[in-house]
């Protein structure tokens, strides 16, 4: 038996967490920006969104060999990178997911959960190559929007738990859409979903 935090070839639905490539393609994120770095907020952060996801995990993937190690949702497991973990989806299917942490240099703290396109394509064939060619752009807000009213829902409880100054959902979305941006108005043209700091609900994407 292996011993507590120790690595193991994972099996059956774990070892999807090991697939190289269903983590391929990119991400499709929610992406929050909490403020300047604290790593009480941080901790509060990934507590929420863990329990708001129902993610199962997290755990640490190491590569070559193909092994997963136990992790736990806190600032010490986020130092260490990405924790994977498994995810049950809007329209009942299982996937992965990673949360990862960017902390600027002399910045704000950034929070997000990541689901890589190549496995949420095998999913759902409307994902297709997403956001290039047909499969980008409004075509793809029949799948999206199901997803986003979820990731909205999850940013919602983190803005509860710890507050946050912008949370953003789309395509790599991570310090692409800042706050700061949003001060000169927010565009009625977006490929990205919001949730600001004093408003309740969000703004959808619309294209």
Do not use: K, N
Not at 17 to 33: K, M, P, V
Not at 60 to 67: K, L, S
Not at 148 to 166: K, Q, T
């Amino acid at each position: 038996m292996p011993g507590v935090g120790e690595s193991v070839t994972p099996a059956g639905e774990l070892a999807l967490l090991c697939d190289r490539e269903a983590w391929s393609g990119g991400f499709y994120e929610l992406s929050i920006q909490l403020g300047p770095a604290d790593d009480e907020r941080l901790g509060q952060g990934v507590r929420a969104l863990a329990g708001a996801g129902s993610l199962d995990g997290p755990w640490h993937v190491q590569w070559q060999p193909d092994r997963i190690a136990p992790a736990a949702w806190t600032v010490a497991g986020l130092s260490r990178g990405h924790l994977r973990g498994l995810v049950t989806l809007p329209g009942g299917q299982r996937g992965i997911c990673s949360v990862v942490c960017v902390r600027e240099e002399g910045g704000d703290d950034w929070l997000d959960l990541c689901l890589p396109l190549e496995a949420l394509s095998r999913l759902d064939v409307r994902v297709g190559g997403f956001p290039f060619g047909p499969d980008g752009g409004s075509a793809s807000l029949a799948w999206r929007r199901p997803v986003d009213d979820w990731l909205a829902g999850v940013a919602g409880r983190v803005r509860e738990a710890c507050g946050f100054r912008l949370a953003v959902i789309g395509f790599e979305v991570s310090g692409q859409v800042r706050a700061e941006e949003m001060a000169g108005g927010i565009p009625a043209e977006r490929g990205y979903a919001l949730l600001l700091p004093g408003e309740a609900g969000h703004l959808p994407a619309t294209i």
